[in-house]
């Protein structure tokens, strides 16, 4: 399958495109940077393209395209930054491939965070959850055939929020007994592939079948930091929206990947 993956040089993509070579699919990148150095640290059979040049035949499209969450405070500003960064690209790829769009496997990332708190998946009212379904409605409305990949916390070493913690003790926080929805990078890249090849649409939780406290994601986070805990009330996540995003009490299961046979490591 030949596939494109706008923001691939990214968390999600350091360790999808690895995994999706060793399947036999033949992958190109998307990137917004203007230059485009040493193949962004891509093997050579990987074609990077520039937005603004003319663009592959594809398959699928892997957006994961779209400003950082985790690099700045998320005030009202910064939000509708993410919103149109995300908006945009998809409209760019709807105008490159509107003769092909009815055809082509669109996967467009976003996140578990379009969930209210609990375990029976009620949309939230809340600022990011409308970010997401702003961003889900409008690949829906573009790509016939669509699925939205609502992740939790991608767990990886090279970037989100083992990075965001590499340069801290490890900490712990007071009293915090919620649950957050994860998964593992290395079960991203095996549930995109898996997505791709059984041919799902509509709306998947890309999620660990295992829930884990904010504590123990910290600790998973940190696993390979050395010395004592320190430990932090755990009111300090209020302070930016960011750490507010790990005070989610959510308990939900990849349902749709286990109904299909997806093992999780």
């Known amino acids: 399958m030949r596939i494109l993956i706008p923001g691939g040089s990214g968390l999600v993509g350091s360790a999808a495109i690895p995994y999706l070579l060793s399947q036999g699919h033949d992958i190109m990148v998307l990137t917004h940077r203007k230059t485009v150095k040493n193949n962004l640290n891509f093997p050579s059979n990987i074609k ?69 708190n609990g375990d029976n998946k009620t949309i939230a009212n809340s600022i990011y959850s409308k970010l997401c379904q702003r961003i889900e409605s409008e690949a829906f409305t573009n790509f016939k055939h669509c699925a939205s990949l609502r992740l939790g916390v991608v767990v990886g070493s090279n970037g ?9 003790p490890k900490i712990q926080f007071i009293g915090a007994q919620n649950y957050v929805p994860y998964i593992k990078n290395e079960d991203l890249a095996r549930a995109l592939n898996f ?28 696993k390979d930091h050395f010395g004592p805990k320190f430990y932090i009330p755990k009111f300090v996540l209020k302070l930016d929206k960011r750490g507010a995003l790990l005070l989610a009490n959510q308990k939900i299961l990849p349902q749709r990947l286990l109904d299909k046979g997806f093992n999780f490591t």
Do not use: M, W
């Open 48 to 116: 990077v393209f520039k937005l603004g040049e003319p663009l592959p035949t594809t398959d699928a499209i892997i957006n994961l395209s779209g400003a950082r969450i985790s690099s700045l405070p998320l005030t009202k500003g910064r939000i509708n930054t993410l919103l149109n960064s995300r908006l945009q690209i998809i409209n760019y790829l709807k105008e490159a491939y509107t003769e092909s769009c009815n055809k082509i496997f669109f996967l467009q990332a976003s996140a578990s965070g379009i969930y209210a």
């Open 160 to 168: 989100g929020l083992v990075s965001l913690l590499r340069f801290l």
């Open 195 to 222: 997505i791709l090849t059984h041919a799902l649409t509509g709306n998947i939780d890309l999620v660990s079948d295992k829930f884990l406290q904010v504590n123990e994601l910290l600790s998973l986070c940190q």
